[in-house]
């Protein structure tokens, strides 16, 4: 046994890495697996002043993000993703051994990947069949044990792609008010604009949401995200964060993303890609190889496939690379595909058409 193997703290010894899209891999010309914009982001600007180290949080991205989304600066924190802004959650209220989060099952894994890296118990609570929380489970503060401290909430979900009962969240939230925090992944949020429940940060103290430029932005590379939530609890996170954790490059860019006409730019492709979905969704109905296409408010759509296998190694031959989802119990012969641009669909559908 190596020494790095004989020391490694005992959470992480047999840690499964978190399979990324690009961990994963997979090589083609047309990627349907990482649910990344198909468009070219709104317009990069010019940078300099390369020798001084950016903000310490970067005030005029906040500022700019909470204008975007109509809150107060101060309940705003910009973080390196949304991946930063679950492991900082989880390292900030989650103590090894003793604490514990809940998921809600099929869901994002990086909630349940970052809690096992820290030795946090997780609390895996099923979606029901139409894809919907489960009150009777979630309404328990009892997890073998431990104290349940995150409550993690996918809204809307991935992969599912559906948006989850704003009244169930919200009862979900007020259950635990006291006691445990509720976060919402927003990730996908632009998509589905009234879905978003940022407004239970105002009468929930307990309520954080998640949201990223990493999707509908079409900025994944730069590495930019936000956390919403009262100014205490930023407060808490606060104590974790790196220094000078975004780079002047990616506020810069994001700044831009974020201004009027690079909002319209957004909401223009946003547009497109739901109209494209909704095209691909019926196209995809009329195969013989599809079992179902369910209805998806996001950028991408689960598919039930009569002979997934087949039709994963079929696209990955052709150089299309989409998601596998097998590996959930609730979802044995899914796959989440992208929407990308119309070519590529064109490209994917063809291949599938052709089984
Ligand atoms: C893609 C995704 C993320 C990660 O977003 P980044 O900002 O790129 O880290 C987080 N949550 C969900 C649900 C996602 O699908």
Request: with cysteine; glycine share 4%; charged share 20%.
């Amino acid at each position: 046994m190596s020494l790095a193997k004989k020391l490694v703290a005992p959470q992480l010894r047999d840690l499964q890495p978190y399979q990324s899209a690009r961990r994963i891999g997979g090589i083609g010309q047309v990627y349907l697996n990482a649910n990344e914009s198909g468009f070219a982001p709104y317009e990069m600007p010019v940078t300099e002043t390369w020798n001084r180290y950016p903000d310490f949080l970067p005030t005029d991205l906040t500022n700019t993000y909470s204008r975007y989304v109509g809150i107060n600066p101060d309940r705003t924190m910009a973080v390196r993703g949304a991946d930063e802004a679950i492991d900082l959650l989880i390292r900030t209220f989650c103590e090894p051994h003793k604490d514990a989060i809940r998921i809600q099952s099929p869901t994002y894994s990086m909630y349940e990947f970052v809690a096992q890296a820290h030795g946090v118990a997780v609390d895996t609570v099923s979606l029901d069949s139409s894809f919907e929380l489960d009150m009777k489970r979630n309404s328990s503060a009892e997890v073998g044990g431990k104290n349940l401290k995150i409550i993690f909430i996918c809204n809307p979900n991935n992969p599912t792609g559906n948006a989850l009962s704003q009244d169930s969240i919200a009862a979900i939230a007020e259950e635990h008010r006291e006691s445990a925090f509720v976060v919402i992944d927003e990730a996908y949020i632009e998509y589905c604009p009234q879905e978003s429940l940022l407004s239970l940060i105002d009468s929930h103290p307990n309520v954080i949401v998640i949201r990223t430029l990493s999707k509908a932005f079409a900025l994944a590379a730069i590495r930019v995200g936000f956390l919403i939530a009262r100014e205490e609890v930023l407060e808490q996170v606060g104590k974790l964060i790196a220094p000078y954790p975004i780079p002047d490059n990616s506020a810069r860019i994001a700044i831009s993303a974020l201004s009027d006409s690079g909002v319209s730019h957004m909401q223009s492709c946003r547009d497109q890609t739901i109209a494209l979905r909704e095209q691909t969704q019926n196209d995809m109905n009329e195969l013989n190889a599809v079992e179902q296409v369910y209805s998806s408010v996001t950028n991408f759509l689960l598919v039930r496939f009569r002979d997934t296998s087949l039709v994963m190694q079929t696209l990955l031959e052709e150089g299309v690379v989409v998601r596998d989802q097998t590996h959930f119990a609730q979802l044995p012969q899914h796959l989440r595909i992208t929407v990308g641009t119309s070519e590529e669909m064109l490209e994917m559908m063809s291949h599938i058409r052709a089984l």
